[in-house]
C-alpha cells in the first residue's frame, strides 16, 4: 500500500523560506514520478512541480516562478519542495502526489489525473 507523508508547513512572514518534504512508501525499488500541488482557499487546486525520483530534469507549472525549487533525494522517494520568498498568494493547503507507473509522465502539464496515490495536504499560510 503506499502512502506519502508530507512535513514542512507552517506560518511563514512574507519573504521568508518553508521547506516542504515528501516521503513515499510502498514500493521501495520503484521509482516514481512525484509531484507538488497546492490549493488556495476558494480556488481549483494546482500543479506546482512535478520530478522523477528515477532521474531526469524538474518540471514546473505556470503559477510559479523560480522562488520554489523541487528537487529529490537519490535512490529515494523523497521529494522536497524549496519555497523562497514567500508571498500571500503562496498560501494554501500543499499536496504530495506519486505515480509509479512506467514509462513515467513527469513531463509537460502537471495534472491531477496522472497521479493515484495522494497525500494529505500540509498548509502553508504566509
Known amino acids: 500500500q503506499v502512502q506519502l507523508v508530507e512535513s514542512g508547513g507552517g506560518s511563514v512572514q512574507a519573504g521568508g523560506s518553508l521547506r516542504l518534504s515528501c516521503a513515499a512508501s510502498?514500493?521501495?525499488?520503484?521509482?516514481?514520478?512525484m509531484a507538488w500541488f497546492r490549493q488556495a482557499p476558494g480556488k481549483a487546486r494546482e500543479g506546482v512541480a512535478s520530478?522523477?525520483?528515477?532521474?531526469?530534469?524538474?518540471n514546473y507549472g505556470g503559477s510559479v516562478d523560480d522562488r520554489f525549487i523541487i528537487s529529490h533525494e537519490n535512490d529515494k522517494n523523497v521529494i522536497y519542495l524549496q519555497m523562497n520568498n514567500l508571498e500571500l498568494e503562496d498560501t494554501a493547503t500543499y499536496y504530495c502526489?506519486?505515480?509509479?507507473?512506467?514509462?513515467?509522465?513527469?513531463?509537460?502539464?502537471?495534472?491531477?489525473?496522472?497521479?493515484?496515490?495522494w497525500g494529505q495536504g500540509t498548509q502553508v499560510t504566509v
Open positions: 510502498g514500493y521501495p525499488n520503484a521509482r516514481a514520478c
Open positions: 520530478i522523477y525520483t528515477g532521474g531526469g530534469g524538474a
Open positions: 502526489a506519486a505515480d509509479f507507473r512506467f514509462p513515467p509522465r513527469c513531463n509537460g502539464a502537471i495534472a491531477e489525473g496522472v497521479f493515484p496515490y
